[in-house]
Structures are given as structure tokens and as C-alpha cells.
């Protein structure tokens, strides 16, 4: 499986950006994806994922900003994110695993996109 992220950007706090993450290669093996993002000197950590019926789960510090969906034929899934603050600055990853959330979420799976840099100014 083959990630492709996009739409990162600069932006004030308090707006909106919409990140892509397309699927291709293996994609029969998807159920879950997700987004992690990694701040300057920080450690990657996951922001939400989404299985293949529509469950999500999202980090409390998202939690009620973020969205997560997809578009299973498209192969993508999506992070809107609204009232963007600056310490949501990062780069964001998308990221999944055949092997299911479990895995996802422990962040050891082997199946990540390029990161895209978010950047939000005060």
C-alpha cells in the first residue's frame, strides 16, 4: 500500500484546513486509517483514525475540532480541521495497517505516507 498526503499549509489561528491522504497498491488489505503529526522536538502521536465502517476515535486534544472521514471510492481519507491553534503546528502523517486498529494505533505499522507540514501562527 501506497500513501499520498496533501493539502497542508500556513494558516492563522482559528481557521481551517482540509488534509488528503490517497490509497493505492493493496488497498483490498485497508480498514483502518488514520493521522498521526509529529510538532518540532515532540514525539509522533496519533490524531484520529477511521475504520472501514465508520468508526473513529480521536486524540482528546482534537477532540470536537477535528474531523475524520472517508471516501472508500476514492481510496482517501480526509482530516478537516477547524479552529486550528498553534500548537497544533506539525507534520502530519497519514498512516494504516492490514492488521487492524490495534496496530495502527500503537504506531509501529509500516505503512505511512510522506508528511505534510501544518503550520498555524498566532
Known amino acids: 500500500v501506497q500513501l499520498q498526503a496533501s493539502g497542508g499549509g500556513l494558516v492563522q489561528a482559528g481557521g481551517s484546513l482540509r488534509l488528503s491522504c490517497a490509497a493505492s497498491?493493496?488497498?483490498?488489505?485497508?480498514?483502518?486509517m488514520g493521522w498521526y503529526r509529529q510538532p518540532p522536538g515532540k514525539v509522533r502521536e496519533l490524531v484520529a483514525d477511521?475504520?472501514?465502517?465508520?468508526?473513529?476515535n480521536y486524540a482528546d486534544s482534537v477532540k470536537g475540532r477535528f474531523s475524520i472521514s472517508r471516501d472508500s471510492a476514492k481510496n482517501t481519507v480526509y482530516l478537516q480541521m477547524n479552529t486550528l491553534k498553534p500548537e497544533d503546528t506539525a507534520v502530519y502523517y497519514c498512516?494504516?495497517?492490514?492488521?487492524?486498529?490495534?496496530?495502527?494505533?500503537?504506531?509501529?505499522?509500516?505503512?505511512w505516507g510522506q508528511g505534510t507540514q501544518v503550520t498555524v501562527s498566532s
Open positions: 497498491g493493496n488497498i483490498f488489505s485497508i480498514n483502518v
Open positions: 498512516a494504516t495497517d492490514p492488521r487492524g486498529c490495534i496496530v495502527l494505533r500503537s504506531g509501529t505499522t509500516d505503512y
Open positions: 477511521i475504520t472501514s465502517g465508520g468508526g473513529t
